[in-house]
């Protein structure tokens, strides 16, 4: 019989994915996730399997916390559409702001290391990013029905802007861009966003 782990898994994945994050795949060893768990060669093998097994993992549960913070944000029972896109940009450029490591995002940190070499990985982004532009789509589409957002261009065109601005904030924060012009990118989306609309009454 099997001995029972005596390590919590999710701490451990959490170990695994800060050594990954910092050193990328490529820049990091077994042997560097050793001395950051505190396991052994067995046990990490054992438990899950080889290197790119093991960071297979690590990407995988990444993806999907963005996921589920992604359907939380843009809940329809929890708000009004456009304020939730709103809020989706103004995040993403105050996170940025907050990473004064740049250390950036796991999940654009691997695709662009991998995407040429790991189908896994690639596919696992797409799908990701497939979600996300979906729940975009879905809020932006109730935010036009209500007259909050330009009918411009499509629900799914616009969803693809706020994505491809959230994005592009990422990568200028990584590269050192000011919080302030950060936040200026997302403004002026938003902006976009809701040009030729009539605005909301001010409340008391």
């Known amino acids: 019989m099997a001995r029972p782990r005596s390590f919590d898994e999710a701490h ?8 990954f994050w910092d050193g990328g795949y490529a820049g990091t060893s ?24 093991l960071f297979l993992r690590v990407f995988a549960d990444y993806c999907d916390g963005l996921l ?4 939380q944000a843009l809940d ?7 304020d939730q896109v709103d809020g989706f940009l103004r995040r993403s450029a105050e996170g940025t702001a907050a990473d004064i490591a740049h250390r950036g995002c796991l999940l654009a940190k691997a695709t662009a290391e991998l995407s040429q070499s790991d189908n896994d990985v690639i596919t696992r982004a797409r799908a990701t990013f497939t979600v996300i532009e979906d729940l975009l789509t879905t809020a932006i589409e109730r935010a036009q029905d209500d007259g909050r957002l330009t009918q411009a261009a499509s629900a799914r065109d616009l969803a693809r802007l706020v994505l491809a601005a959230s994005r592009g904030i990422e990568a200028l924060g990584k590269a050192g861009l000011y919080g302030q012009d950060l936040a200026s990118i997302a403004e002026t989306t938003i902006r976009l966003l809701h040009a030729d609309t009539v605005p909301s009454p001010a409340s008391d």
């Open 12 to 19: 451990v994945l959490e170990q695994a994915r800060a050594v």
């Open 30 to 53: 077994m042997d560097d996730v050793m001395t950051a768990t505190g396991l052994g060669k067995g046990s990490l093998y054992g438990a899950f399997g080889d290197k790119r097994q």
């Open 76 to 82: 329809p029972a929890q708000g009004d559409a456009a």
């Open 68 to 71: 589920a913070a992604a359907r």
